[in-house]
């Protein structure tokens, strides 16, 4: 079984960054996709940006410009870049690696920002 552990949330003002990891216990074969998932409170998880295992990126509308989604093969990491954060990106940051026939989470990590 794999696990997903992320780590690099906290507190931090509007305007400031943070760099999200998320590294999987073991390799995982036959990446599809990867990315990165918020949960505020009250409301359905979202996509907040992926990755294709060639490179491909994809990001929500309110982050564009703003986020950056990386990702290191060798050791099955992901990351997100967060810069000139608002308040309305706190939330829960999950990753998610997706294989052909399976998908893997993380328990998340708690982002907040104060105005």
């Known amino acids: 079984q794999v696990q997903l552990v992320e780590s690099g949330g906290g507190l931090v003002q509007a305007g400031g960054s943070l760099r999200l990891s998320c590294a999987a216990s073991r390799y995982i074969f036959s990446i599809n996709h990867m990315g990165w998932y918020r949960q505020a409170p009250g409301k359905q998880r979202e996509l907040v940006a992926s990755?294709?295992?060639?490179?491909?990126?994809n990001y929500a509308d309110s982050v564009k410009g703003r986020f950056a989604i990386s990702k290191d093969n060798t050791k099955i990491t992901i990351y997100l870049q967060m810069n000139s954060l608002k308040p309305e990106d706190t939330g829960v940051y999950y990753c998610n690696i997706a294989e052909v026939t399976r998908s893997y989470w993380g328990r998340g990590t708690q982002v907040t920002v104060s105005s």
């Open positions: 990755i294709t295992s060639g490179g491909t990126t």
